[in-house]
């Protein structure tokens, strides 16, 4: 009965450890996932960076991508994006180029201006502004 009992004991004992490197393996698998997919994402920026795009967010968050050609203007950006944005805070548009580090420029999207190869625009919308306006 004692053997019985002892050989039980190591039976649970060695599941136990098979749980455990079971569970070590899974977690390791997560990390290297999680790895991969940092460094797709770098990939892409890099790529984004490099090629004739205009990033266009919408409150902080990725919105649209468009091509970008000589001469472009802010006005033919918003004329494009016209009925899917929301209300926008027109006196607020962010802009920054991703190419370089460069400061951020805050511009009025009511005066038209030239947009530059690897610029990033954030348009900020009419709830997010009042949201933020309440906080201060």
Do not use: C, H
């Not at 033919?76 to 460069?102: A, H, M, R, W």
């Amino acid at each position: 009965m004692f053997f019985i009992i002892l050989l039980i004991e190591q039976t649970d004992e060695r599941a136990a450890e098979n749980f455990n490197l079971e569970v070590l393996k899974l977690r390791q698998e997560l990390n290297n996932n999680k790895l991969k997919y940092q460094q797709n994402i770098e990939y892409s920026k890099k790529l984004l960076q490099k090629s004739d795009f205009i990033k266009i967010s919408l409150d902080g968050e990725l919105f649209s991508i468009l091509p970008f050609s000589e001469g472009i203007t802010s006005s033919d950006i918003y004329d494009k994006l016209k009925g899917k944005l929301p209300t926008l805070q027109n006196e607020f548009v962010i802009v920054q180029n991703t190419d370089k580090n460069s400061s951020v420029k805050i511009k009025n999207i009511n005066y038209e201006f030239k947009i530059k190869k690897n610029d990033a625009i954030n348009l900020i919308s009419q709830g997010m502004y009042q949201k933020n306006n309440k906080l201060i």
